[in-house]
């Protein structure tokens, strides 16, 4: 089952032309570990969020969405 968070990450994927594997590498996770997370089987390490900001040049509203799920994620 993916989470919102999931949903969020596959959609920026799918968005920039990336695979699992591409978006792992950038944040120095395995592929497994990513997938993890976006299921929800591990929390997402604290620092993401800025990175994911960063190398994928978020847009204002994309960020606003990305703290959306990452709050609604630690609410579980």
Do not use: H
């Not at 695979?19 to 089987?41: H, Q, R, T």
């Not at 994911?52 to 606003?64: E, G, P, R, S």
């Amino acid at each position: 089952m993916t989470t919102e968070l999931g949903k969020f990450l596959r959609k920026l994927r799918i968005d920039k032309n990336e695979i699992l594997l591409d978006m792992a590498n950038k944040l120095g996770v395995s592929p497994s570990f990513l997938s993890s997370v976006e299921i929800g089987k591990r929390q997402m390490p604290p620092m993401w969020n800025i990175r994911i900001c960063k190398l994928y040049a978020l847009t204002d509203a994309q960020k606003a969405t990305l703290e959306q799920v990452i709050a609604a994620q630690k609410e579980i």
